[in-house]
């Protein structure tokens, strides 16, 4: 049995979702169908989801919200017409639509989740419609008949652990359940999104509740490059990688797959597959505990802009009792979470994404840093990348790290940072975002051309 998901682009015109369908019709095993909310057409093009925080704009300034309203109603009477079927659940969604103009404003920290997610909720619908006039046995499921239950957290939910053995309850369907991404419901019954790229996580989350055999994400792409496209021409494809890998990658910038995702499939041994739509017949990259193939040390390079790094030295820090605990609190009295924290004896760097960082902000966090830790020297950095070199074999492999400087270092890339982690799975970079393009080529002459 096989959970299925489908994002924006490939439900983003009659022709794509013509694709879903047959991709659905092929495998009898495909019974879960996770769809996203309708994505671009093409480059110029608007997305749903976008067109729906223009909704809620709106509504949240009294405006007038009906130009808005038809627009996106559009989008799915658009489709529909394409594909040549009936439009009876047109006012359905339609009605649905208008719906959120009539909830309050006041007091409902859950309003901004339910306009997003009624992007996916609608696209849900549709889809399920068309299967249905097609000729399959599918129908739409709502996440809260699933049994997708998640906390009380608005754009930042998490899955319940009693919404697994609900949601095991429709594991022996015999019909298509086609449910909406993005979203679930809280206990008191409100509508809770999770975080961006949501609809990632939620295939994932009905692949452990159901127990699937495997977790088939299909997208735009033929699998996971080991580095961007937009850097590297025409990149390898990774053919198989492990969850670790996978969560390193994600997290320094791979758009492809949500890093939070990967964590019920993860807990619940399920392998995942990326794929794409518009090329099904290819193999796409294989995601899961651990790899048969053998790459060479190195899967994958990565890299993420928007951080900042604070320098701090002092003499015989090691031996200053409470050094680290007063400095973490700091921190978190000012609101701030770092993401890594290399040290030396003497010196210990802070690195945190720069969007936490007011003018205000800052000037207070350097003022108590250097009032109450006393350092022989205090500074920041901005406009740092995050450049990650990731793969499993680095650990019996001799050389990684010197053949990674050695690299930057012949094209005169300075490095801020260098961070190892302890499972030795990646290795991270910290340089200037201006050198951020060449060092990428740089390692992936390194080590996928050489």
Do not use: W
């Not at 053949?403 to 940072?417: G, Q, R, V, Y």
């Not at 499972?423 to 996928?448: P, R």
Request: with cysteine; net charge negative; charged share 25%.
């Amino acid at each position: 049995m096989k959970v299925t998901k489908f994002g924006g682009s490939s439900l983003a015109s009659a022709t794509q979702l013509e694709k879903v369908l047959q991709i659905v019709k092929e495998d009898v095993s495909r019974k879960f169908i996770v769809v996203s909310a309708p994505g671009k057409r093409s480059s110029d093009d608007t997305k749903v989801t976008d067109l729906l925080i223009a909704y809620y704009n709106a509504y949240l300034n009294s405006e007038n919200t009906s130009e808005i309203i038809e627009k996106i109603v559009s989008r799915y009477e658009g489709i529909l017409e394409e594909l040549a079927i009936g439009k009876e659940i047109l006012d359905d969604i339609q009605q649905a639509i208008q719906k959120l103009s009539t909830l309050p404003k006041d007091n409902n920290p859950h309003l901004f989740d339910a306009f997003l997610a009624s992007g996916e909720d609608n696209n849900a619908k549709l889809v399920a419609s068309f299967f249905q006039q097609r000729g399959l046995k599918a129908r739409y499921k709502n996440p809260k008949d699933l049994g997708l239950i998640v906390s009380d957290e608005p754009g930042n939910a998490r899955i319940l652990p009693s919404s697994l053995s609900k949601i095991n309850r429709s594991k022996s369907t015999d019909e298509i359940l086609v449910i909406p991404g993005f979203f679930g419901f809280t206990e008191a019954g409100d509508i809770c999104t999770f975080s961006r790229g949501g609809s990632d996580i939620t295939g994932s989350i009905v692949a452990a509740g159901v127990e699937a055999d495997i977790y088939e994400n299909f997208t735009d792409v033929n699998g996971i490059f080991v580095a961007h496209p937009g850097i590297i021409h025409e990149p390898k494809t990774i053919k198989e990688l492990t969850y670790r890998e996978m969560r390193e990658l994600a997290y320094a910038g791979f758009a492809v797959l949500h890093d939070e995702a990967l964590m019920p499939a993860y807990r619940a041994n399920i392998p995942v597959v990326i794929k794409n739509t518009n090329n099904p017949e290819h193999p796409g990259t294989l995601i899961t505990t651990s790899r048969t193939v053998k790459h060479d040390p190195v899967v994958g390079i990565a890299s993420d802009q928007g951080f900042a790094s604070i320098y701090i030295s002092k003499y015989l820090m090691n031996r200053e009792l409470g050094f680290g605990r007063r400095l973490l609190q700091i921190l978190e009295e000012l609101g701030l979470s770092y993401e890594h924290m290399p040290s030396g004896i003497d010196d210990i760097s802070i690195i945190l994404r720069e969007r936490q960082l007011t003018i205000d902000i800052e000037e207070e966090l350097m003022k108590r840093l250097e009032l109450e830790l006393e350092p022989d020297e205090l500074r920041i950095t901005h406009g740092l990348s995050m450049l990650m070199v990731v793969g499993e074999g680095m650990r019996q492999r001799i050389g990684v790290m010197a053949d990674s400087t050695a690299a930057l270092a012949f094209n005169k890339i300075n490095l801020e940072m260098i961070n190892q982690g302890s499972s030795e799975v990646s290795i991270m970079f910290g340089i200037q975002e201006d050198q951020e393009k060449k060092a990428i080529q740089a390692l992936y002459k390194t080590f996928f051309e050489d």
